[in-house]
């Protein structure tokens, strides 16, 4: 029943955020439309398969990976930034990112005690990962909703070592740096990143582009 009613308040979002997409056309509704839709979605299969509820997080990463896609379109459709089909993707990829980086890091388990060496190497790895996405679509949320997470894999390596007094100074000195290089240096390693994706490159927006918000 409480799924079937969430369904019901979706899906009443989702038609509220079509209408006033159509008639003001402002970016962050498409958002709010597609994560009112996923709510929708899960909240039904919620309903009618109660065993679902297990597979919450799967079923979230998988609506983040859709809601990822759904940007890339938006993103795709506008290479050069300069319309409002840019600021949808903006929020549409501000939305897929918190989806896919908690319901990734859930289903490993990192929150829920030490982690062990393995899963810490794997989470930073899955970082490296969403650096390498985020270069090449040159959009930066998938780095950010995963940062809590990077930084307590750090945290548990540094102390597994041995470094218990220090390991959130070393913590915050490494993901720190590599931050700063990341933004210092942004332009420079996307160019080496999107070199690497061969005629994708053509459908990504170009390198050291200067973003201009020009509404269409």
């Avoid at 997409?21 to 597609?34: E, L, Q, S």
């Avoid at 990463?61 to 840019?86: H, N, Q, V």
């Avoid at 388990?109 to 930073?124: H, K, M, R, T, Y």
């Avoid at 080496?192 to 020009?214: H, Q, S």
Wanted: overall charge positive; some cysteine; aromatic content about 10%.
């Amino acid at each position: 029943m409480i799924g079937l009613v969430a369904a019901v308040i979706g899906g009443a979002t989702a038609l509220a955020a079509w209408l006033h997409w159509r008639r003001f056309m402002v970016p962050i509704t498409v958002a709010a439309g597609a994560v009112a839709v996923v709510g929708v979605v899960i909240a039904l299969i919620v309903g009618f398969i109660p065993a679902a509820r297990d597979w919450i997080f799967p079923l979230v990463l998988i609506a983040g990976l859709g809601m990822f896609a759904f940007a890339m379109r938006w993103d795709m459709s506008d290479r050069e930034r300069k319309t409002r089909r840019a600021d949808v993707a903006f929020w549409l990829h501000l939305a897929a990112a918190p989806m896919i980086a908690h319901a990734l890091f859930h289903m490993l388990g990192v929150f829920d005690e030490q982690i062990s060496l393995p899963v810490a190497i794997v989470v930073l790895a899955l970082y490296c990962v969403f650096a390498f996405v985020a270069l090449a679509v040159d959009r930066r949320a998938l780095l950010v909703s995963s940062l809590a997470y990077v930084l307590y894999a750090l945290f548990s390596l540094f102390n597994t070592a041995g470094a218990v007094e220090m390991a959130w100074a070393l913590t915050g000195l490494v993901i720190g740096s590599a931050l700063l290089m990341l933004s210092a240096f942004w332009h420079t390693m996307r160019g080496l990143v999107v070199g690497l994706l061969g005629g994708l490159a053509e459908r990504l927006p170009p390198v050291g582009r200067v973003p201009v918000a020009i509404p269409a």
